[in-house]
C-alpha cells in the first residue's frame, strides 16, 4: 500500500444555507457550498464525529500576514459520507454535511514552535 491520504470536505446541506453569497470557488467565482477542506496522510484518519466544529484562523493583528489564532467555527458536522478508492491505495473522501450554528467567538493565540537554527559546522 502507498501513502494512504483523506480528503475531508466539509460543505452546507443546502446551497442557499447562511453566507451562500460570499462562498466562491477561486479563480472562476463560481458559487459553492464547500466550507472547508482538510488533507491527511495520517493511516486510517477517523472521520470527523457529528457535532463537531472545524476550526477557524487568523491574525487578529494584520490579516494579510499569516495566521496567529484560532477558534471553534459556526458550523456543526450533522452528518457524513465516506469513500474509498476501488484501488489498493487506501485513499479516502469524507463529506462532513454541516449546519450553521454560531457561537461567540473565543479567539486563542497559537502556541508557536521557534524555527531550528543552522549550527555552524
Known sequence: MTNQETWIIYKTETMSDHGWRERHLIPSKSITNILHEEWSSKPNKKAPSIGSRFRNYTNL???ENGIT???DGDWVVTRTQEYSADDDSGDRVIICYCSYQPIAPNWEKLKRVKPPVAEPV
Request: a negative charge; proline letters at 17%; aromatic letters at 0%.
Open 61 to 63: 493583528d494584520d490579516p
Open 69 to 71: 489564532h484560532g477558534r
